[in-house]
């Protein structure tokens, strides 16, 4: 069963920026895809930004783009989630996922969350 840490949370001011981190248990490598997703209370998960790990192809939510960067560290079995400019409405807890495709069936593993706050 693979594990996902994440990291970085906290409280920020409007306008700041905060880096987050997943640590896979395993290596990254053996996923197709990686994430970023986030849920604010009241509100259904949405996906934030996700990377194809061979690749490195990235995509991301229309409200986050030019603000969020995805990346990864193949060696640190790390993805991040870099947050700039952020604002109150990117308040939310923000989870990893990763997705490993088997056959025709994808295999979805989650990390426990992280509290993001933007708040003056």
């Known amino acids: 069963q693979v594990q996902l840490v994440e990291s970085g949370g906290g409280l920020v001011q409007p306008g700041g920026s905060l880096r987050l981190s997943c640590a896979a248990s395993?290596?990254?490598?053996?996923?197709?895809?990686m994430g970023w997703y986030r849920q604010a209370p009241g509100k259904e998960r949405e996906l934030v930004a996700l990377i194809i790990i061979d690749t490195g192809t990235t995509n991301y939510a229309d409200s986050v783009k030019g603000r969020f960067t995805i990346s990864k560290d193949n060696a640190k079995n790390t993805v991040y989630l870099q947050m700039n400019s952020l604002t109150p409405e990117d308040t939310a807890v923000y989870y990893c996922?990763?997705?490993?495709?088997?056959?025709?069936?994808?295999?979805?593993?989650w990390g426990q969350g992280t509290q993001v706050t933007v708040s003056s």
């Open positions: 395993g290596s990254i490598l053996n996923f197709n895809g």
């Open positions: 996922n990763a997705v490993q495709i088997r056959g025709n069936f994808p295999f979805s593993s």
